[in-house]
């Protein structure tokens, strides 16, 4: 299986921060790369897929990046709504695998 | 608007059987794959299979494989997910969610449902 490795973990922020957050694959997963945002008692939703097409609907402080084996997910300026977990997910192989997910908090 | 709404969870023992639906509206059913993502807080999310929209072709995680089967009834805009076997650690939050892209399999979910809580204790 293809693992994916998401850092930081966790991370406090202020609204109006620019935030990275970075997902590293365990091998090359060209641009197979889906990045999805979770609140709590939620489903998630996807933000980004394709490693950077940004999904219809979603704002345009989300971007993505990346390709190969690493990829980071940009928000520009935080926003109050943003405050989640989120989650980066490969699509390159049929066995499916996602990251363990970042929490973003307030600081 | 496109919705998924999942059913069928609940409180099962080990060993016994369970039966997720998901309807579907909103879209046209029929002309997407259709897969089944869980989650746990210990093991994060974790995709358990996929149909295809004609259910022509079905993939499963090894760890259900054998065990859990996927199928859908694309005339009552249905999938379904019949789990066998229980056992403690399919406990999870059971999502159903649409591939993306008409008449293929992207791999990716767009959108999921509110989710379903098996829990599998004795």
């Known amino acids: 299986d293809i693992q994916m490795t998401q850092s930081p973990s966790s991370l406090s922020a202020s609204v109006g921060d620019r935030v990275t957050i970075t997902c590293r694959a365990s091998?090359?997963?060209?641009?197979?790369l889906n990045w999805y945002q979770q609140k709590p008692g939620k489903a998630p939703k996807v933000l980004i897929y394709?490693?950077?097409s940004l999904q219809s609907g979603v704002p345009s402080r989300f971007s993505g990046s990346g390709s190969g084996t690493d990829f980071t997910l940009t928000i520009s300026s935080l926003q109050p709504e943003d405050f989640a977990t989120y989650y980066c997910?490969?699509?390159?192989?049929?066995?499916?695998?996602f990251g363990q997910g970042t929490k973003v908090e307030i600081k | 608007q496109v919705q998924l709404v999942e059913s069928g969870g609940g409180v099962v023992q080990p060993g016994t059987s369970l039966r997720l639906s998901c309807a579907a509206s909103?879209?046209?059913?029929?002309?997407?794959?259709m897969h089944w993502v869980r989650q746990t807080p210990g093991k994060g999310l974790e995709w358990v299979a996929v149909?295809?929209?004609?259910?022509?072709?079905?993939y499963y995680a090894d760890s259900v494989k054998g065990r859990f089967t996927i199928s859908r009834d694309n005339s009552k805009n249905t999938l379904y997910l019949q789990m066998n076997s229980l056992r403690a650690d399919d406990t999870a939050v059971y999502y159903c969610?649409?591939?993306?892209?008409?008449?293929?399999?992207?791999?990716?979910?767009?959108?999921w449902g509110q989710g379903t809580l098996v829990t599998v204790s004795s």
């Open positions: 969610a649409r591939d993306p892209k008409p008449t293929t399999i992207r791999w990716w979910f767009d959108p």
């Open positions: 909103g879209f046209t059913f029929g002309s997407h794959g």
């Open positions: 149909i295809w929209y004609d259910g022509s072709n079905k």
């Open positions: 091998q090359s997963i060209s641009n197979y």
């Open positions: 394709g490693a950077s």
């Open positions: 997910q490969q699509s390159y192989s049929t066995l499916v695998t």
